[in-house]
C-alpha cells in the first residue's frame, strides 16, 4: 500500500470549471512533487516544494496552481483546463537535503483527470 | 541537450530467463540513478538506487549496475515471472536541483 494517499482517484470536470487535487503523506518528508503522466509516456515534473516552499516550477500554465497548506498536504488547484490537459496526476514525496533530493520517491496512486 | 533513453520500448521474454534492460544519459552527472517499476493506471513503484561510486546493486532477483564511463545502467531481473510484467523506468536527478527525470519507460512483458 502506498503512504502517499491522493485524492479524488478519478475526475471529469468541464473547461470552466475550478476543481482541486490533494495529496497527503505522514513519512515526514520535506520535499512534495506533482508530475503530471500522459498515456505510454514518462512521468513529467511539474513543481517541487521544499520545507513548504515552491523550489521549482517547470514552466507550468498559471491554470495550475499548486499549493502546500503544510508539510503533509499538497494541492493542485486546477482553473480553465484544456481538454489536452487530460491526464494521470501524480503526487510524490521525497528526502530533501540542501536542494537535492537524496534518495527514491514515494509515489501516489494518482489522480486521473478528463476535461471535457 | 540532455537526454535520458531506454534502449526498448518493449521487451519480450520467456518465464525463467533473464530480462536486461537499459539505460542511457547524455550530458547529465548524476550522482546517483534509481529504476521504478509502474503497473497500468498506477503509481511508479521504487525499485532500487545505485550511486556513482557503486558499480553493482542487488535486491532479491533484480541487479542494477551502474557505468559512468559508458553513462548507462543496466536492470536485470533474474527468473523472470509473469509479475514481473510492467513498465520499468530509470531517473536521475538533474544536476543538484531535486528535479527527479524519468527515462520513457521499457514495457516488459513476461510469458510463462
Known amino acids: 500500500d502506498t503512504e502517499v494517499t491522493q485524492t479524488p482517484k478519478h475526475l471529469v470536470m468541464g473547461m470552466t470549471n475550478k476543481k482541486s487535487l490533494k495529496c497527503e503523506q505522514h513519512?515526514?518528508?520535506?520535499?512534495m512533487y506533482w508530475y503530471k503522466q500522459k498515456a505510454k509516456k514518462p512521468p513529467e515534473l511539474m513543481f517541487v516544494?521544499?520545507?513548504?516552499?515552491?523550489?521549482i516550477n517547470e514552466s507550468v500554465p498559471s491554470r495550475f496552481s499548486p499549493e502546500c497548506p503544510n508539510s503533509s498536504l499538497l494541492n493542485l488547484h486546477l482553473h480553465a483546463l484544456q481538454p489536452e490537459d487530460s491526464a494521470l496526476y501524480l503526487c510524490?514525496?521525497?528526502?530533501?537535503?540542501?536542494?537535492?533530493?537524496?534518495?527514491?520517491?514515494?509515489f501516489g496512486e494518482g489522480s486521473r483527470l478528463t476535461v471535457l | 541537450s540532455q537526454k535520458i533513453e531506454q534502449n526498448s520500448e518493449a521487451l519480450n521474454i520467456q518465464e525463467g530467463k533473464t530480462a536486461t534492460l537499459t539505460c542511457n544519459y547524455t550530458?547529465?552527472?548524476?550522482?546517483?540513478l534509481q529504476w521504478y517499476r509502474q503497473d497500468p493506471g498506477r503509481g511508479p513503484v521504487f525499485l532500487l538506487l545505485?550511486?556513482?561510486?557503486?558499480k553493482e546493486k542487488r535486491k532479491e532477483r533484480l541487479k542494477v549496475t551502474f557505468d559512468t564511463t559508458l553513462k548507462q545502467s543496466l536492470f536485470h531481473i533474474t527468473a523472470s515471472q509473469p509479475a514481473d510484467s510492467a513498465t520499468y523506468l530509470c531517473?536521475?536527478?538533474?544536476?543538484?536541483?531535486?528535479?527527479?527525470?524519468f527515462g520513457q519507460g521499457t514495457t516488459l512483458q513476461v510469458k510463462p
Open positions: 513519512m515526514g518528508h520535506r520535499a
Open positions: 550530458n547529465y552527472s548524476p550522482a546517483y
Open positions: 545505485i550511486r556513482e561510486n557503486e
Open positions: 516544494y521544499s520545507y513548504e516552499k515552491l523550489s
Open positions: 531517473a536521475l536527478e538533474s544536476g543538484n536541483t531535486g528535479k527527479l527525470i
Open positions: 510524490a514525496s521525497g528526502v530533501v537535503e540542501a536542494g537535492s533530493n537524496t534518495g527514491e520517491l514515494f
